[in-house]
């Protein structure tokens, strides 16, 4: 059995940010193609609905779908990669405390 004594926040920090970073990419695309579906969906709408049909206004909802699918395709990624690998690290201090009280975790490597 090897023990893990100590885990360094900086190594956590890297894992967890491209480790939830790659998570909010696929994220992304999943709320990118919800959005452009929806908002093709916005053109089925009645014509007096603001936004629906093409009523002459100088923007309308299939535009605003598409636009919020591609920023969540980079926003996503971000966000997660960033929050996952500040909270992995925060997760690597509290691990470095309890571990100096408890004595560590126990790992059986072969």
Not at 21 to 39: K, N, T
Not at 70 to 81: E, H, K, R
Request: overall charge neutral; hydrophobic content about 55%; proline content about 4%.
């Amino acid at each position: 059995m090897a023990t893990v004594k100590h885990v360094g926040p900086g190594s956590a920090f890297k894992i967890g940010l491209v480790s939830y970073g790659i998570i909010g990419l696929l994220l992304g695309i999943v709320m990118a193609f919800v959005s452009m579906v929806a908002g093709s969906l916005a053109g089925l709408g009645h014509p007096s609905v603001p936004g629906a049909g093409g009523t002459g206004t100088s923007w309308d909802l299939r535009s605003l779908g598409f636009g919020m699918g591609f920023g969540a395709v980079i926003f996503f990624p971000l966000l997660y990669g960033v929050c996952g690998g500040v909270f992995a690290a925060i997760g690597a201090v509290i691990y470095n405390l309890v571990a100096g009280w408890v004595g560590g975790l126990e790992v059986d490597i072969s």
